[in-house]
């Protein structure tokens, strides 16, 4: 059993981690069943970190019972470990090779999960939680898990749903002209290949107020925003990619959110940006990320910006897939 510290642990030999929330429910089985899949087919060791309460008593040192703390601390590892067990024979997990082999440490803290997922992030190749799907107003009072790691973690979040076992035939990503979308495109590209998947690259059109305009005019301009969204996604994978044969892109005409949740149906993943770390600020926003969170019907990855432009390009150069 491990107690977390605000700087979790590096191997001397660079192994990736994944980090995976448990808590004994379906959708964080159902993340861990990802967490161990992708760990088997990346070579990365997988962190499991199950949180368990702490009464407000439990912190005066007078007070404290150190037994029953100790209890606690086991009968939550022991349940995590039996959790791990159980997802290694899933059918999911067993049919990966090297799957079985997977390194697994599990970590047990105690206090909010929220906190300890994110510090143990830091460094992670990718952390993965489950999503109970709850509203997105009932999530953001209730201070949901998932919501917290997606606005604040430092690495790419996956959020996985219930019954989200599907062929990875498709992995959809949504590309708009900001800077952080390059990175977010190379980082969609990797999965792809992990998952030998499609990549299908989405731009959403933005739907023109044109109000006062003849229909003539109106359909000319609209005509036009698709037109220049198609150019500027064609020439950020270009740029990204290069001549991939596995790649489509598609313009449409909508609303970002409810455009990449509706591709989404039947895909191995959806990879979308998020241009802020503040789940107040995204919820009031309509945040993009948030709303695909909560609504896909698949695995959501939610990738940050670089905190540089020197950041964009190393990510660039290593996350996007060669092809002999």
Known sequence: ?????????????????????VDGST????????G???AAATGARVEVLNAYPI?????DPFLVDTRRLTEIRTGTEDRAREFVEEARCDPAVAAIAGAADVPVEVVVAGGAAAGHLVDRARGARTLVVGSR?????????????????????????VVVHDGVARPPARV????????????????AAREAERLDAELEVVAVA???????????????????????????????VDEVLGAEPRVTVHVL???PGEVLVGRADGAALLVVGSRSRSTLAGTVLGSVALHCALRAPCPVMVVHPPPASAAVQADLSSAAPSHA
Do not use: N, Q
């Open 55 to 59: 009464d407000v008593y439990w912190t």
């Open 36 to 38: 161990l899949r992708e």
């Open 27 to 34: 959708p964080s089985r159902a993340a861990l069943i990802w």
């Open 253 to 255: 005409e909508g609303y």
């Open 133 to 157: 799907g709850r509203g997105a107003v009932r999530s953001a009072l209730l201070g949901s898990v998932a919501l917290h790691c997606i606005a604040h973690a430092p690495c790419p979040v």
């Open 206 to 236: 933005p739907i023109g107020d044109f109000w006062g305009y003849t229909y003539g005019i109106t359909a000319t301009l609209a005509a036009e925003l698709r037109e220049g969204a198609r150019e500027a996604a064609h020439a950020i």
């Open 172 to 187: 959809v990503v949504g590309l708009d002209d900001a800077e952080a979308s390059r990175a977010v495109l190379a980082r």
């Open 1 to 21: 059993m491990t107690e977390p510290t605000s700087t979790p642990p590096t191997t001397d030999d660079g192994t990736e981690r994944v980090v995976v929330g």
